[in-house]
């Protein structure tokens, strides 16, 4: 890696006049270069359709409604038989380029969910995702079992098709089987397919489908998924060698078809995201909207790759050239400590410029399409966060928006890039980056397409296994025992609940908004910090009744998590007795049945009894003991961390939770760790804002 005084050395050289003018041709040439290639890839993510949206293009009965596409009539008093439709991107796909002399294919990967619905009746027929020729429109007579892709009598179509066929024709492979299968030139011959079991057609249920093209081993594969079904067990895997640039032309349309024939169903896209990526920089009279016909090869192909050649080389020294600029503008940012933004402010100092990116509002603004509403993760006190795409680095991305002219948004924001700029762990959200442009604070965020730990508890019927339960318990204790244990000073993260534990593909758990932390030292006891009360049912008696912090606080918070995930109830938890429904605090309910020995009947009934019993105890236990009213009484993480490893002993606790004693202690603790600030600095203030000034 460069170092500052290196950065600082090729500043001094750039105030050359030769070397200013040769760094701004070959930057420029890099980004001419640069251009011409993104406008040869495709890159998009829909959450939902609309209406108005251009980038689909609807033939025959397709159409959009309910902010989804959907691919054959859906209307009352309709005939539903016999319908045929398709959706495709609005602009074609740039598949392969043979320029430099062998072809370059392009790999490309999408992902999208949908439904089948055959209203409870014999389905019929199915769609597909398909790429053809660039121009391709539905062949005539091709309803049906043909899928739209194939004219009846026509023995081969330039198309590649990934199927999901919900009717048994004579010629399927399965006979009166669904299947899904990779069709090249023919719907009547699949190149491999696989039976479709749990398809869920009768009750229309959700699948999320996986496609990728790897240009590099010509490998086309496919994975489905029943989007309820958390195990994984109910999935297809598929997958074909085929090199795609024999069998279609170098431009390429892409998208849906389905078809209904003496039987009906509905075909439903929720949404859809591709990625399509061509490593190549095209001449720049090649148009993004090409002919329908590849045009004819060029006789002068040594002059071409000479050219090449050279262009490589300048973009090589480019991008070099670029990286050493861009390393220069950090470390010459680092001798600002505050830059004013409107009448707001950021401390942006060395802690900080060691963040992964700083965004501009404008980059943002456009991964996120002008932050729109279909793109709406979720919304929190001081701001909303949103779905975006990053196209360098080709992936979604979760954008915390902070509302603005919100002083309180604003602290939390600082607080949150402060604290966890520095801060890598696997149980932790990866921070990508951080915007302060034209007074708009953002925060940049891997994204985590599992949603949170409170969506999958507390809404129907995303019912959590288990097995699944019991890792995040152990991810998010990870977390918590890298924050307190292992960091050079303890981080307090004082908002630790349900909704903030994201879960990633794998359903690990990933603690997250950092807005609330506050750092504080080791080795000085249980030390204090103002705090500003989070959630209700997580927060600690000590922090409500003193508005003081302690990092036993966050064992608190993970108590009250730990005993949502055992028993499937909120932390403020809706309790049937006697025939009668009451509102109760979670751990009040499960230490009252502890004390009467019935502590299973804690346990989510969803389960019916499908758990570790072992596994359940402890976890059970161990919340309870991190959820102890007095806070010198519960474990350690450390302690907690062995316990549901099985490392530990479970814990004693008394039949009947105690009442807080907490108070006075906690209230000399304070004043004994005043007096040592006091003794130490100039105020408490000032050490304060060193303590929030550093980071682990």
Same mark, same amino acid.
């Given at each position: 890696?460069?170092k500052?005084?290196?950065?600082?050395?090729?500043?001094?050289?750039?105030?050359?006049?030769?070397?200013?003018?040769i760094?701004?041709?070959?930057?420029?040439?890099?980004?001419?270069?640069?251009?011409?290639?993104?406008?040869?890839?495709i890159?998009?993510?829909?959450?939902?359709?609309?209406?108005?949206?251009?980038?689909?293009?609807?033939?025959?009965?397709?159409?959009?409604?309910?902010?989804?596409?959907q691919?054959t009539l859906?209307?009352m008093?309709q005939n539903?038989?016999?319908?045929?439709?398709?959706?495709?991107?609005?602009?074609?796909?740039?598949l392969?380029?043979?320029?430099?002399?062998?072809?370059?294919?392009?790999?490309f990967?999408?992902?999208?969910?949908?439904?089948?619905?055959?209203?409870?009746?014999?389905?019929?027929?199915g769609?597909?995702?398909?790429?053809?020729?660039n121009?391709?429109?539905?062949?005539?007579?091709?309803?049906g079992?043909?899928?739209?892709?194939?004219?009846?009598?026509i023995v081969?179509?330039?198309f590649?098709?990934v199927?999901?066929?919900?009717?048994?024709?004579?010629?399927?492979?399965?006979?009166?089987?669904?299947?899904?299968?990779?069709g090249?030139?023919?719907?009547?011959?699949?190149?491999?397919?696989?039976?479709?079991w749990?398809?869920?057609?009768?009750?229309?249920?959700?699948v999320?489908?996986?496609?990728?093209?790897?240009?590099?081993?010509n490998?086309l594969?496919?994975?489905?998924?029943?989007?309820?079904?958390?195990?994984?067990?109910?999935?297809?895997r598929?997958?074909?060698?085929?090199?795609?640039?024999i069998?279609?032309?170098?431009?390429v349309?892409?998208?849906?078809?389905?078809?209904?024939?003496?039987?009906?169903?509905?075909?439903?896209?929720?949404?859809?995201?591709?990625?399509?990526?061509?490593?190549?920089?095209?001449?720049?009279?090649?148009?993004i909207?090409?002919?329908?016909?590849?045009?004819?090869?060029?006789?002068?192909?040594?002059?071409?790759?000479w050219?090449?050649?050279?262009?490589?080389?300048?973009?090589?020294?480019?991008?070099?050239?670029?990286?050493l600029?861009l390393v220069?503008?950090?470390?010459?940012?680092?001798?600002?400590?505050?830059?004013?933004?409107?009448?707001?402010?950021?401390n942006?100092?060395?802690?900080?410029?060691?963040?992964p990116?700083?965004?501009?509002?404008?980059?943002?603004?456009?991964?996120?399409?002008?932050?729109?509403?279909?793109?709406?993760?979720?919304?929190g006190?001081?701001?909303?966060?949103?779905?975006?795409?990053?196209?360098?680095?080709?992936?979604?991305?979760?954008?915390?928006?902070?509302?603005?002219?919100?002083?309180?948004?604003?602290?939390?924001?600082?607080?949150?890039?402060?604290?966890?700029?520095?801060?890598?762990?696997?149980?932790?959200?990866?921070?990508i980056?951080?915007?302060?442009?034209?007074?708009?604070?953002?925060?940049?965020?891997?994204?985590?397409?599992?949603?949170n730990?409170?969506?999958h508890?507390?809404r129907e019927?995303?019912?959590?296994?288990?097995d699944?339960?019991?890792?995040?318990?152990?991810g998010l204790?990870?977390?918590?025992?890298?924050?307190?244990e292992?960091?050079?000073?303890?981080?307090?993260?004082?908002?630790?609940?349900?909704?903030?534990?994201?879960?990633?593909?794998?359903?690990?758990?990933?603690?997250?908004?950092?807005?609330l932390?506050?750092?504080?030292d080791?080795?000085?006891g249980?030390?204090?910090?103002q705090?500003?009360?989070?959630?209700?049912?997580?927060?600690?008696?000590?922090?409500?009744?003193t508005?003081?912090?302690?990092k #036993?606080?966050?064992?608190y918070?993970?108590g $009250?998590?730990?005993?949502? $995930?055992?028993?499937?109830?909120?932390?403020?938890?809706?309790?049937?007795?006697?025939?009668?429904r009451f509102?109760t605090?979670?751990?009040?309910?499960?230490?009252?049945?502890?004390?009467? #020995?019935?502590?299973?009947?804690?346990?989510d009934?969803?389960l019916?009894?499908?758990?570790?019993?072992?596994?359940?105890?402890?976890?059970?236990?161990?919340?309870?003991?991190?959820?102890?009213?007095?806070?010198?009484?519960?474990?350690?993480?450390?302690?907690a961390?062995?316990?549901?490893?099985?490392?530990?002993?479970?814990?004693?606790?008394?039949?009947?939770?105690?009442?807080?004693?907490?108070?006075?202690?906690?209230?000399?603790?304070?004043?004994?760790?005043?007096?040592? $600030?006091?003794?130490?600095?100039?105020?408490?203030?000032?050490?304060?804002?060193?303590?929030?000034?550093?980071?682990?």
């Amino acid at each position: 890696m460069m170092k500052a005084e290196d950065a600082e050395n090729l500043y001094l050289k750039s105030q050359n006049p030769a070397f200013r003018s040769i760094l701004s041709i070959l930057v420029m040439g890099l980004f001419v270069a640069a251009s011409s290639m993104d406008d040869h890839n495709i890159n998009f993510n829909f959450t939902g359709f609309t209406p108005n949206m251009p980038d689909i293009v609807y033939e025959a009965d397709a159409y959009p409604s309910n902010n989804a596409v959907q691919l054959t009539l859906n209307q009352m008093k309709q005939n539903l038989r016999g319908g045929i439709g398709r959706a495709t991107y609005y602009k074609p796909m740039h598949l392969w380029d043979k320029s430099s002399g062998n072809p370059l294919l392009a790999d490309f990967t999408t992902q999208f969910s949908f439904s089948i619905d055959s209203l409870h009746k014999n389905p019929g027929d199915g769609f597909a995702f398909f790429i053809a020729p660039n121009g391709s429109k539905i062949p005539p007579n091709s309803g049906g079992g043909h899928l739209g892709l194939q004219s009846y009598g026509i023995v081969n179509s330039p198309f590649v098709a990934v199927e999901f066929d919900t009717f048994g024709n004579p010629w399927d492979p399965f006979g009166l089987s669904a299947h899904v299968g990779i069709g090249l030139n023919s719907i009547e011959t699949s190149l491999t397919a696989v039976k479709w079991w749990w398809n869920e057609i009768a009750n229309g249920g959700l699948v999320n489908a996986f496609i990728t093209y790897n240009s590099s081993t010509n490998n086309l594969s496919v994975l489905l998924l029943d989007a309820d079904d958390f195990t994984r067990r109910n999935s297809s895997r598929l997958s074909a060698t085929l090199d795609l640039s024999i069998y279609l032309p170098e431009w390429v349309t892409f998208g849906f078809s389905g078809t209904t024939g003496s039987c009906f169903e509905l075909h439903t896209i929720y949404s859809w995201n591709f990625s399509s990526t061509l490593q190549v920089v095209m001449p720049t009279n090649t148009t993004i909207n090409p002919p329908e016909t590849s045009p004819p090869a060029n006789p002068k192909r040594k002059s071409r790759t000479w050219l090449w050649v050279v262009l490589a080389i300048i973009g090589a020294i480019s991008a070099s050239l670029l990286v050493l600029g861009l390393v220069w503008f950090y470390c010459r940012r680092r001798n600002y400590s505050r830059k004013e933004d409107g009448t707001m402010s950021v401390n942006v100092n060395r802690e900080m410029v060691t963040a992964p990116r700083k965004f501009s509002y404008k980059e943002l603004r456009l991964a996120t399409s002008n932050f729109a509403d279909e793109g709406l993760l979720g919304e929190g006190g001081f701001g909303k966060v949103y779905l975006g795409f990053l196209r360098d680095i080709s992936c979604n991305i979760a954008v915390k928006r902070v509302t603005p002219n919100s002083q309180q948004g604003f602290k939390e924001y600082e607080s949150e890039i402060t604290t966890i700029t520095r801060l890598r762990h696997r149980n932790l959200v990866q921070l990508i980056g951080w915007c302060h442009d034209n007074n708009q604070f953002l925060i940049v965020y891997e994204f985590l397409p599992n949603k949170n730990l409170d969506y999958h508890l507390h809404r129907e019927p995303c019912l959590l296994i288990w097995d699944k339960r019991y890792k995040i318990a152990m991810g998010l204790a990870s977390a918590l025992f890298y924050l307190q244990e292992e960091c050079n000073q303890c981080v307090l993260h004082r908002d630790i609940k349900s909704s903030n534990v994201l879960l990633d593909l794998s359903f690990n758990a990933k603690l997250g908004d950092f807005g609330l932390a506050r750092l504080v030292d080791h080795g000085q006891g249980s030390q204090t910090t103002q705090v500003m009360l989070g959630t209700e049912g997580y927060i600690a008696p000590e922090c409500r009744d003193t508005y003081k912090a302690v990092k #036993e606080s966050d064992i608190y918070s993970f108590g $009250i998590v730990a005993l949502e $995930i055992a028993t499937g109830k909120k932390a403020i938890a809706v309790i049937e007795r006697n025939g009668q429904r009451f509102k109760t605090k979670l751990v009040e309910w499960v230490w009252e049945l502890y004390g009467k #020995e019935s502590l299973f009947d804690a346990a989510d009934p969803r389960l019916s009894g499908n758990y570790d019993m072992e596994q359940m105890e402890r976890l059970l236990l161990v919340g309870l003991a991190c959820a102890h009213p007095n806070y010198f009484d519960r474990p350690s993480i450390t302690q907690a961390v062995d316990i549901l490893s099985s490392k530990a002993p479970l814990p004693v606790l008394p039949p009947e939770m105690p009442i807080p004693t907490y108070i006075v202690s906690l209230e000399d603790t304070i004043a004994t760790f005043s007096t040592s $600030i006091s003794s130490n600095t100039s105020g408490s203030n000032r050490l304060q804002n060193q303590n929030e000034g550093q980071v682990c």
